[in-house]
């Protein structure tokens, strides 16, 4: 039983037994950037076109819908864009902490379609550019905050990429010559979180992965991670510290009109000179997250077998005679682009008033039980890593109560019956939501040991990415419909575990997703004309 045991119990006892350091206090005007800063080194700025593509199709998938060719400048411009580029200013009243701040520029909070745990977002994207595509080949850095790209390392990097996924990579990995690189910078999210911020990281890697797996559908595209490879070889390339950034995962393009098939040629590995400037004059580094580290590194080019994932997925739910059904799931046909401009948390503006409809719970649920993170992340024989509970608060038809959602059968079946918000409101650390007020609150689980017990210690960075992405999800299908969604990390874990009767299964809960209609007319700013 490797560390990530040990961890993953303590995530899951923290609601009543704090993570050291217990008596941390973030030093907020000593945080670091929300984004990488390379001085002195040239952007070069990117399309923003494309987007049009519909949500549904990603967020339901469907076998019958067409597959385009491949990547084009445009198309990956937009979809960096459309996921982690900057694209509005949040000024909207609401009920987090941070409201008196954020008309200071300052403390603005600037909004992405990819959620991110606590607005911190630390991934970096890295495009390694092959000799096929439109640019110049090298290793270009995506600038959030200016949508363009900052070449920081000239030449063809790409065989070198290829040969740290190994050869025994998935076919896509291995005929391409086009990269995305996510690394992962740990003080961006551990200076709030500290030792809980490996895991904040995880759903961050999640969330992002979504995005793109779900924008890639809506345009006839599908991508997928490489999460196991030479960690050790790609972080030399970047010029980074694995301890203080390290890469996460490895999103292979197929782009249009490039060779079938790539030689793996051998070449002396490349490293980028250009760093990044750190704003934070004190950087703590936290042993936990760095043992977390160290033991996701460990074997990381040691590749599972496939399908052994298999033996993390959850079962089915018994039968019973008292289940709800549900109407079949259906999306509207909204750009996806609209989807992810619109995406917000509600924080504290549900109103109980509209309740949610059992259609639009079932489009929800079924967006969210779909959801993988793809490539190396699933489980080989159909299986989902994740099973959905609901706590209903007011749905029209469907009594108050908790249930398990049956994605087989489309249905619910009862679990604990009965008013369930002042069990929610109790068990939730924050007061930016009044969960009573919600229709209902999703929680997703994942069988986080069996994971670990499958493929080992590096599976963390999988179970909780998994639950980032069904999150991501859940905030695009509430979107797509209109509907008001919320993700939150802060909760008493182990109460939802007694409460669901999950002793024994080995279920963990990572995340509580109320859902509902918002008060009408709330007070905001409309920054696109201002």
């Given at each position: 039983m490797g560390y990530a045991h040990e961890y993953a119990d303590a995530v899951l006892h923290r609601g009543r037994v704090p993570m050291e350091p217990a008596d941390f206090v973030p030093d907020w005007p000593d945080a670091p950037r929300k984004g990488r800063f390379y001085p002195g080194v040239?952007?070069?700025?990117?399309?923003?076109?494309?987007?049009?593509?519909?949500?549904?199709?990603?967020?339901?998938?469907?076998?019958?819908?067409?597959?385009?060719?491949?990547?084009?400048?445009?198309l990956l411009a937009a979809m960096l864009k459309d996921s982690y580029g900057l694209t509005g200013r949040r000024l909207g009243v609401q009920a987090n902490s941070d409201l008196p701040g954020l008309p200071l520029y300052p403390h603005a909070n600037w909004s992405?379609?990819?959620?991110?745990?606590?607005?911190?977002?630390?991934?970096a994207v890295h495009w390694a550019a092959g000799p096929s595509g439109p640019l110049t080949p090298g290793l270009h850095h995506y600038d959030v905050h200016r949508h363009a790209v900052q070449r920081v390392l000239t030449g063809d990097v790409t065989?070198?990429?290829?040969?740290?996924?190994?050869?025994?990579?998935?076919?896509?990995?291995?005929?391409?010559?086009?990269?995305?690189l996510l690394s992962v910078k740990y003080w961006q999210t551990a200076f709030k979180?500290?030792?809980?911020?490996?895991?904040?990281?995880?759903?961050?890697?999640?969330?992002?992965?979504?995005?793109w797996r779900v924008w890639a559908a809506a345009h006839g595209l599908a991508v997928g991670p490489v999460l196991w490879f030479d960690e050790a070889r790609l972080n030399r390339l970047?010029?980074?510290?694995?301890?203080?950034?390290?890469?996460?995962?490895?999103?292979?393009?197929?782009?249009?009109?490039?060779?079938?098939?790539?030689?793996?040629?051998?070449?002396?590995d490349p490293a980028v000179r250009h760093r990044d400037l750190e704003r934070s004059r004190t950087v703590i580094g936290f042993p936990t997250v760095r043992a977390m580290h160290a033991a996701t590194l460990a074997g990381a080019a040691r590749r599972p077998a496939p399908g052994a994932l298999g033996a993390a997925a959850v079962g089915p739910l018994p039968e019973g005679p008292d289940r709800v059904a549900l109407p079949a799931p259906v999306l509207p046909e909204v750009p996806v682009r609209r989807v992810l401009r619109e995406?917000?948390?509600?924080?504290?503006?549900?109103?109980?008033?509209?309740?949610?409809?059992?259609?639009?719970?079932?489009?929800?649920?079924?967006?969210?039980?779909?959801?993988?993170?793809?490539?190396?992340?699933?489980?080989?024989?159909?299986?989902?890593?994740?099973?959905?509970?609901?706590?209903v608060n007011h749905v029209e038809g469907i009594e108050p109560g908790a249930y398990a959602y049956d994605p087989d059968a489309g249905g619910l079946l009862p679990v604990v019956p009965g008013p369930q918000g002042?069990?929610?409101?109790?068990?939730?650390?924050?007061?930016?939501?009044?969960?009573?007020?919600?229709?209902?609150?999703?929680?997703?689980?994942?069988?986080?040991?069996?994971?670990?017990?499958?493929?080992?210690?590096?599976?963390?960075?999988?179970?909780?990415?998994?639950?980032?992405?069904?999150?991501?999800?859940f905030y695009l299908a509430a979107s797509a419909l209109g509907v008001g969604a919320g993700v939150a990390l802060g909760f008493d874990n182990v109460s939802f575990v007694e409460r669901l009767g999950l002793a024994g299964t080995e279920e963990a809960p990572l995340l509580i997703m109320p859902l509902g209609h918002e008060r009408p007319r709330p007070a905001d700013f409309r920054h696109e004309i201002a």
């Open positions: 040239e952007p070069y700025a990117l399309p923003d076109g494309g987007g049009t593509g519909s949500a549904a199709a990603g967020l339901l998938p469907a076998p019958d819908r067409p597959t385009g060719a491949g990547f084009t400048l445009p992405r379609g990819t959620a991110g745990g606590g607005g911190l977002y630390p991934v065989a070198p990429v290829r040969d740290a996924l190994g050869p025994d990579a998935p076919a896509p990995a291995r005929e391409t010559d086009h990269y995305l979180y500290n030792s809980f911020g490996f895991h904040v990281v995880c759903t961050d890697v999640g969330t992002l992965v979504q995005t970047l010029g980074t510290a694995g301890e203080e950034e390290t890469v996460f995962a490895v999103v292979p393009l197929a782009w249009d009109g490039a060779p079938a098939a790539v030689e793996t040629a051998a070449a002396p995406r917000r948390s509600s924080f504290g503006r549900f109103d109980a008033s509209r309740p949610v409809t059992p259609g639009e719970l079932s489009a929800v649920l079924a967006a969210c039980a779909a959801t993988s993170l793809g490539g190396e992340a699933g489980t080989g024989g159909g299986g989902s890593l994740v099973r959905l509970y609901v706590f002042d069990f929610l409101q109790a068990n939730y650390f924050l007061a930016n939501y009044n969960l009573e007020q919600a229709g209902a609150v999703l929680v997703p689980t994942v069988r986080t040991a069996a994971v670990l017990d499958a493929v080992g210690d590096r599976g963390y960075r999988i179970a909780v990415g998994t639950a980032g992405a069904v999150a991501q999800t």
